[in-house]
């Protein structure tokens, strides 16, 4: 996500964006399911405002806060999994920069050729002159963009060796990569050779090697045209251009040509899409392109942008929906962020703000959307969850299944290990979409998790393996394979409550509850449930003691001394490989202290009910650990020596043990669960467990 800084969060009530501020937004970035930002300029800047007018490339502006300040956003962003690349400016720097200053100060300078500055106006004959007089008027210097922003003279091999060093300051820091600003305007020979000259694409190459000697980061160029010519050289750029595809598309309810040749070119995987960004020439904010009373057609647009592209870009407050502050241009796009409705600055800051909000501030805004059935916020977020699902979306070999034209956009996305498929439906009717899986007889899952609509049920193919769905105007679908899965229409209706032994006496298990993810978030989820007890052929579901288990292996004193604090289900499947659960929530008995527990020993005593905060304490957000199995050995040893009930956010599932970690974390599907043919789930004792492990707050 690109942020600017200004505009974001103000921390200390000056009215202006700062890191701290940022800082203080992570979480809700990694709950939306941001994996990376990209953040404007934050150094010392001349033009006080968007920061590309650069006088110092190694500080940060003191508006924004300290060197410490982005130390620690970068080292709390890297906790949350949040990648951090930063804008560098290679074509000029700030007319106030030292390094300038000097060189204009005295022709003998050191510094004068590392400028574009002649004698004489070579009057190119433009209508907008790009050559700017000298203070003292002996002389003129080249600054394509305003008076402002002097070129460097980048053929001058100290000015790339600066540029280079300054990079590597700020890799050296932690930053995970950069966004190069307008690259194509770096070499100028002539009036016909200032825009795409062919020498361009060796500097970026350059700057690119440097970067690519530190590991695992990221670049990626503004190509405002042509981006084609610099994807190889600068690894990827954006793919400007196609936004409109997809703004026409949606817009005329047919597939646009210019989408599909762009999905269908080798490199598309190295241009990732975007539909807004800070400079005006991209487009307008999103709101005011589609505006407010076609909302459908936004979303439809955010489905292809997102699912479409290996690595999406958004803007800050595409995801509420934000519209422009009505001062047009550049500066319309920069509103600070709608954060609550509140005066006098909708959440952004407790002071009147550095620069009008946005129209919609009052009705778009995160407190408004956050959580609510059906908002464009819980949209976004289910769309950056099924990416995080199903990696394949990100990594796959993308093949288009639609012509231009159809009303429906339909591709799929493979590896030798997994598939997708994705239909989004850009037509203002219902759309019947035939996808062929080559999957005969197969079921698939519908995988988008949006807050508030139901996902549907498993749909097989046909022999041919041609999945048949159909599709409401403007909406997105994503497919995936089930590869097993239990006939939970055998298993339902048998619902009955069970007993399990807890240290002696038999104790009331509240229940296993089957329930719609998408609607948990109304309903109180800690609700008594009944359990439900598989007798079909193939799968059974028993609730009993696993410390009535231990205890028997050991001495009977030994067994009077050590309270037992045990409690399990267990799950057996027929399937050979996961077996696909539906949703499914353990509540049990509160877990009783060491006294309680002799106390039942005594008396016999009924539990007390569960209440929320007996849950809370002991479990952990599924959502928020990702779905790589790696992730689990970090988090393990925050679960105490117990095995821990895991609540997974969107799924519901009921999900434990770093035995069966992989399994879990490699095949959850849509709210269907994979887990092992046996897996025992313990629910440790709160008192022991809660110091150990909390509940985090749903993100993306």
């Keep these: 996500m690109e942020i600017f800084v200004r ?75 949040i990648g951090v690349i930063i804008d560098f400016v290679v074509n000029h720097s700030a007319n106030t920069n030292p390094l300038f200053l000097d060189a204009i100060a005295a022709k003998q300078s050191q510094y004068r050729d590392w400028y574009e500055i002649v004698e004489k106006d070579p009057h190119w004959g433009l209508r907008n002159n790009p050559w700017r007089v000298l203070p003292d008027h002996d002389g003129v210097y080249y600054g394509v963009f305003n008076v402002t922003m002097p070129d460097w003279n980048l053929r001058n091999p100290r000015v790339l060796a600066y540029l280079e060093d300054s990079m590597r300051f700020w890799m050296n820091k932690g930053v995970d990569g950069f966004r190069l600003d307008a690259v194509t305007m770096l070499l100028e020979d002539g009036p ?18 440097t970067v690519k ?7 990626i160029c503004e190509v405002s045209e042509n981006p084609e010519l610099y994807v190889n050289a600068c690894d990827h750029a954006f793919a400007f251009g196609t936004q409109k595809f997809i703004h026409d598309s949606v817009v005329r309810g047919k597939v646009e040509p210019g989408l599909i040749a762009q999905l269908k070119q080798t490199d598309r995987d190295q241009m990732p899409l975007t539909l807004q960004s800070h400079d005006f020439y991209v487009g307008d904010r999103l709101m005011n392109q589609f505006g407010e009373s076609r909302e459908d057609r936004y979303r439809a647009a955010a489905a292809i942008a997102i699912l479409a592209s290996a690595t999406p870009f958004s803007y800050y407050g595409e995801e509420i929906g934000m519209d422009n502050n009505g001062l047009g241009g550049d500066p319309g796009l920069r509103a600070p962020m709608s954060w609550a409705a509140s005066e006098p600055a909708a959440g952004f800051s407790t002071a009147p703000p550095y620069r009008a909000l946005a129209l919609n501030a009052a009705s778009h805004n995160v407190t408004a959307e956050i959580g609510k059935a059906n908002s464009l916020l819980e949209f976004y977020r289910a769309l950056y969850r099924v990416r995080l699902n199903y990696p394949v979306l990100a990594t796959g070999s993308l093949r288009v299944l639609s012509r231009p034209g159809d009303p429906l956009l339909i591709f799929s996305r493979s590896s030798p290990d997994d598939a997708v498929y994705v239909a989004i439906n850009v037509s203002d009717t219902s759309q019947t979409a035939t996808i062929n899986t080559g999957e005969p007889n197969r079921q698939f899952l519908q995988a988008i998790q949006i807050l508030g609509k139901s996902c549907g049920m498993p749909i097989t193919t046909d022999s041919r393996g041609h999945l048949i769905v159909r599709l409401e105007a403007k909406t997105p679908a994503v ?25 002696g006496p038999a104790r009331a298990t509240r229940g296993v509850q089957n329930t719609d993810v998408l ?84 008396e016999n005593r009924p539990s007390k009910p569960v209440s929320r905060e007996d849950i ?82 749903p993100t993306g």
């Design 7 to 81: 505009s974001y969060k103000d921390s200390d009530g000056d009215g202006i964006g700062d890191l701290k501020g940022l800082i203080s937004q992570l979480d809700y970035l990694k709950a939306l399911g941001v994996t990376g930002l990209w953040l404007m300029p934050i150094g010392p800047s001349a033009d006080h405002d968007h920061g590309y007018a650069q006088e110092d490339y190694r500080s940060i502006a003191p508006e924004y806060g300290t060197m410490a300040d982005f130390e620690l956003l970068l080292s709390e962003a890297h906790k949350r999994g």
């Design 192 to 209: 016909n050779a200032y825009f795409n000259n062919p020498g361009n694409v060796g500097i970026v190459a350059q700057l690119r090697d």
């Design 213 to 219: 000697a530190y590991e695992n980061r990221y670049l």
């Design 479 to 503: 497919f995936v394979l089930a590869r097993c899965r239990p006939d939970y229409s055998r298993i339902q209706p048998k619902i009955t409550q069970t007993l399990t032994k807890f240290g």
């Design 519 to 602: 609607h948990a978030a109304a309903t109180d989820g800690f609700t008594a449930a009944t359990t439900i007890p598989v007798r079909s052929e193939s799968h059974q579901h028993r609730a009993e003691s696993v410390s009535d288990r231990r205890s028997a292996r050991r001495p009977a004193a030994r067994r009077q001394r050590r309270p037992k604090v045990g409690r399990s289900a267990k799950f057996f499947g027929a399937c050979k490989g996961p077996v696909f659960l539906y949703p499914l929530r353990l509540v049990l008995a509160s877990p009783p202290t060491l006294n309680e527990r002799r106390s039942e020993h005594r």
């Design 616 to 697: 809370e304490s002991c479990v952990v957000d599924l959502g928020n650990i990702g779905n790589q199995s790696d992730k689990w050995a970090r988090i393990a040893p925050r679960l105490g020596n117990y095995a821990s009930t895991i609540v997974a956010h969107g799924q519901e599932a009921l999900l434990s043990g770093a035995h069966y970690a992989e399994a879990a974390f490699d095949a959850t599907h849509q709210g269907y669960v994979a887990v092992p043919n046996s897996v025992d789930i313990e629910v440790p004792g709160r008192h022991e467990h809660q110091a150990s492990a909390g509940r985090s707050v």
